[in-house]
Structure formats: structure tokens, C-alpha cells
């Protein structure tokens, strides 16, 4: 099957083991910010978003944090399972002029051992 | 549960050679977005409409990409000549609205190998 980012950074976590991803963001302005997973040979999966006025948020499992101050972000991943082995990428969404987009950063690969 | 469709999901093409995807997004959905996800990074926005309207197209190298949504429905992205830089995984994603740009859902992607 396809491999996604052969030269990614990767994150090696033990099942059952919490995982925290990091992503370092460049525009002090964006309003959301969002975190996907891709897995082999899919497209992006949305998980969660947070918006630019909150600085936590908890979803099943996961729980997003925003630091506006270093402009950072992090995705945790509670009792992480095999089934999360993938890519993971966050964006942050601009406005430019009439229109809005999402600007994606450089993925982690997460690796789940067993 | 809706999901954004795409074909082909692989094609092989050769350079110079002229190639097509096709995008179907979820019912309801007004904006339509194109991406390019080259092996390793994260995708990078090509084009996006707002219904049959093109609103942002500042990244695609239209001397030989062309994208349209002729109805406001389902949308084609075409390359002519093919270049063998253009492998690559290409994405559509779509959005309720501009408003909802946080809020896209992608399709599942169309790998494109030039030779």
C-alpha cells in the first residue's frame, strides 16, 4: 500500500500509552485551527478544531491545546490504540481578502507498538 | 454518512500527455476545494470555488492546470501537458460555506504517477 511521508518526524508510543503531537503555527491571525489524520492512502480526516479565543479543548479521547503566546498547538491522544497509527497534520484557517483557506503544517507520523 | 467522492483513485499518465479528476462533494455543500499532496508533506490548496465561482486560484499553475464546477455540483481538475513533477496525491475537499473553511471534508484522493 501507499507510504505517506517516508521522511516524516515520527512519534513511537506504546498501546495504551497517552500521545502528544506538536505543531508550531505562523500567523497570529488565523481564527481556527484544526487537527487531521491521514492514514495510508486516504485523504484527511478531520478529528478536532479549536477556535483562536479558546486555549483547550477535549473531544473523545483527544483534547487539543492552542498557546497564542509561542503560537503553538498539540494534539493529546488518550490510551492511544493501533487504530491511530497515522499521519497527523494540523492547520490553521486564514481569511485572505473574500476568502478563507486552510493552511496545512509539516505531519507527524504516529506509531503504535503493541 | 456522506463522503466527498473522487475518480479515478490511481492513474498513470506520461508526461505530456493531458489527465482529469473528477470531484463529487458532499450534498449541500457550496465550496469545493482542490489540493496537492506531494509525498511527505501536508496538502497545499490549489483552487477553490464558491459554488461555480472561482474564489481562490493564486496557486495553480494555470498554464497547464484548469479546474471548473460548471453547475455548482460536482467539479473537474484537468492537467495538459503532464510534467513529471506534477506526482502526486490530489485531494478535493468540501465545506458548507467560506465560512466553514474550518470545517472541510476530504475525499479520498487521486494518486497521480507520471512517467
Known amino acids: 500500500g501507499e507510504s505517506v511521508g517516508l521522511h516524516l518526524p515520527t512519534l513511537s508510543v506504546q498501546e495504551g500509552d497517552n500521545s502528544i503531537i506538536n505543531c508550531a503555527y505562523s500567523n497570529s491571525a488565523s481564527d481556527y485551527f484544526i487537527w487531521y489524520k491521514q492514514e495510508s492512502g486516504k485523504g484527511p480526516q478531520f478529528i478536532i478544531d479549536?477556535?483562536?479565543?479558546?486555549d483547550k479543548r477535549q473531544g473523545q479521547r483527544v483534547t487539543v491545546l492552542l498557546n497564542k503566546t509561542v503560537k503553538h498547538l498539540s494534539l493529546q491522544i488518550a490510551a492511544t490504540q493501533p487504530g491511530d497509527s497515522a499521519v497527523y497534520f494540523c492547520a490553521e484557517n486564514r481569511h485572505t481578502g473574500t476568502a478563507s483557506k486552510l493552511t496545512f503544517g509539516t505531519g507527524t507520523r504516529l506509531q503504535v507498538t503493541l | 454518512e456522506a463522503e466527498v467522492a473522487q475518480s479515478p483513485r490511481y492513474k498513470i499518465t506520461e508526461k505530456s500527455q493531458a489527465v482529469a479528476f473528477w470531484c463529487d462533494p458532499i450534498s449541500g455543500h457550496a465550496t469545493l476545494y482542490w489540493y496537492r499532496q506531494i509525498l511527505g508533506q501536508g496538502p497545499e490548496l490549489l483552487v477553490q470555488?464558491?459554488?461555480?465561482?472561482?474564489?481562490?486560484d493564486s496557486q495553480l499553475p494555470k498554464d497547464r492546470f484548469s479546474a471548473e464546477r460548471l453547475k455548482g455540483v460536482d467539479s473537474t481538475l484537468k492537467i495538459q501537458p503532464a510534467e513529471l513533477g506534477d506526482s502526486a496525491m490530489y485531494l478535493c475537499?468540501?465545506?458548507?460555506?467560506?465560512?466553514?473553511?474550518?470545517?472541510?471534508?476530504f475525499g479520498p484522493g487521486t494518486r497521480l504517477t507520471v512517467t
Open positions: 470555488f464558491q459554488d461555480e465561482s472561482v474564489v481562490d
Open positions: 479549536i477556535r483562536s479565543n479558546m
Open positions: 475537499a468540501s465545506s458548507f460555506g467560506q465560512a466553514s473553511s474550518y470545517e472541510q471534508y
